[in-house]
């Protein structure tokens, strides 16, 4: 089926420094690419979706110069967090639309990011 | 305003009992709800749900879409300690594809 791989899974960075998030699509052409932020016990919330080639689109409240998004080929996409702050801890989680529509959307397994 | 519904928020059943997990949706251009299971990590696709009034199954797990009435349920038989999870349910809009979450409903399966 259908994968999409993470990393880092997880990271620990002081304030003040930047953070790549790389999410790859393994077997399939991720044509959309979705970036999701969780809080403990509290559902995903979308943050931005990127088109393989063009710019990202940014959800209301969600500062697009913060949180950088590239998604430069049909199987990569990367999500750099600028300037991190402990509020930027979070779950940060990629997910990918198969160009094809047969696999629904694929999850990447998860960054934890933790900001000190 | 788009928005997914599911109920009940969260709920506790001993094994072997069987569970119905409810998601209404109201969804501007709807194209397809799906279902996904959170444990630890990143939600794990269950199903995709596009054509109202046919049940999809997996082992123990099946779901199906009402379309005039905008809802799905998910239905799990005979619940495991390892159906323990958080169960999101999401509506499909518009042309972008974007996914409009429900909260989940946190399944509790004691043994």
């Known amino acids: 089926g259908a994968v999409v791989s993470q990393h880092p899974s997880w990271v620990i960075c002081k304030s003040g420094t930047s953070v790549k998030i790389e999410c790859r699509s393994l077997?399939?052409?991720?044509?959309?690419m979705f970036w999701y932020r969780q809080f403990p016990k509290q559902s995903l919330m979308l943050m931005a979706t990127?088109?393989?080639?063009?710019?990202?689109?940014?959800e209301q409240g969600v500062e697009k110069d913060k949180f950088l998004i590239n998604h430069a080929s049909l199987t990569l996409s990367t999500l750099t967090v600028t300037s991190a702050h402990p509020e930027d801890s979070s779950f940060y989680i990629c997910?990918?639309?198969?160009?094809?529509?047969?696999?629904?959307?694929?999850f990447g397994s998860g960054t934890r990011l933790t900001v000190v | 305003e788009d928005k997914v519904v599911q109920s009940p928020l969260s709920l506790v059943v001993h094994e072997g009992d069987t569970v119905t997990l409810n998601c209404s949706y109201e969804v501007t251009n709807f194209r397809s709800l799906l279902w996904y299971k959170q444990e630890k990590k990143a939600p794990t696709f269950l199903f995709m749900l596009t054509s109202s009034g046919i049940e999809k199954k997996s082992g123990r797990l099946s779901s199906i879409l009402d379309k005039k009435e905008l809802f799905s349920i998910l239905n799990i038989t005979a619940t495991q300690t390892g159906d323990s999870a958080v169960y999101l349910c999401?509506?499909?809009?518009?042309?972008?594809?974007?996914?409009?979450w429900g909260l989940g409903t946190s399944l509790g399966v004691n043994p």
């Open positions: 990127s088109n393989e080639g063009s710019k990202a689109t940014y």
């Open positions: 997910s990918a639309r198969d160009s094809g529509g047969r696999h629904g959307y694929t």
């Open positions: 999401a509506g499909n809009a518009g042309n972008n594809r974007k996914l409009i």
């Open positions: 077997d399939f052409q991720a044509t959309t």
